[in-house]
């Protein structure tokens, strides 16, 4: 069964750096999504992206943050400036169709800002 | 998107039917149920999603009252893996939306 997958597992990195987490959506899939959870918190929605453009996007999602499908099978988020408050699990997922809505979710990515 | 109310936790033996209830009085006629859940920090996962009909798949079934404003999941023969947060969303669908999680039902399967 197809699945997301998304590299690396866990990222630590220093305050002030730029981080890209990484993501290959499910192959025919055209929607795709990131999510974060910070620790014991509830999962937030930051962006979705659809032909090659943002859908929407939260609050969260400021200037420091940045979407980008490189080519047909990446889908990446860049964290230009990282503060310690980005520490967080990062969730890509994709869907297939607007009308069936349902969205596939990978494993996430760990992200330690020290 | 309509606000959702669920239990914080419930237990359920395992091999027993795990009926997770959810209201969402202030549902619109173009809102879906959508039900994920999440295992343990691992990415949230799609479980069934319906309008007014009842809906099974081959993880659950969707049970939605006639006025819509509230449902419950099924899992029928829960195990030990089913151990999870499990969350109801209400949203409509058609369009490149984002869900939006609550805090959801920590189900615990007891052996």
């Known amino acids: 069964e197809p699945e997301v997958t998304q590299t690396p597992s866990h990222q630590v990195t220093q305050m002030g750096q730029e981080v890209i987490l990484r993501c290959v959506p499910i192959?025919?899939?055209?929607?795709f999504y990131w999510y974060r959870q910070i620790l014991g918190q509830k999962v937030e929605f930051l962006v979705s992206?659809?032909?090659?453009?943002?859908?929407?996007k939260s609050e969260i999602f400021d200037d420091q943050f940045s979407v980008e499908r490189p080519d047909g099978s990446n889908f990446t988020l860049k964290i230009r400036s990282t503060k310690l408050e980005d520490s967080a699990m990062y969730f890509c997922?994709?869907?297939?169709?607007?009308?069936?809505?349902?969205?596939?979710f990978g494993p996430g990515t760990r992200l330690t800002v020290t | 998107d309509a606000k959702t109310t669920q239990p914080t936790s419930m237990d359920c033996a395992e091999g027993r039917a795990a009926n997770l209830p959810c209201n969402h009085s202030t549902i619109s006629g173009n809102e879906y149920v959508y039900w994920y859940r999440q295992i343990h920090s691992q990415g949230p996962q799609y479980i069934i999603h319906?309008?007014?009909n009842n809906e099974t798949n081959e993880m659950a079934s969707l049970i939605i009252t006639e006025d819509r404003k509230s449902s419950t999941l099924i899992l029928p023969h829960a195990t030990l893996r089913d151990t999870a947060v499990y969350y109801c969303i209400v949203r409509v669908t058609g369009s490149a939306r984002q869900l939006t999680f609550g805090s959801g039902t920590q189900l615990t399967v007891l052996p």
């Open positions: 992206f659809y032909n090659n453009e943002i859908s929407e």
């Open positions: 997922a994709s869907g297939r169709s607007e009308s069936l809505g349902e969205q596939y």
């Open positions: 319906g309008l007014k």
């Open positions: 192959s025919n899939h055209l929607y």
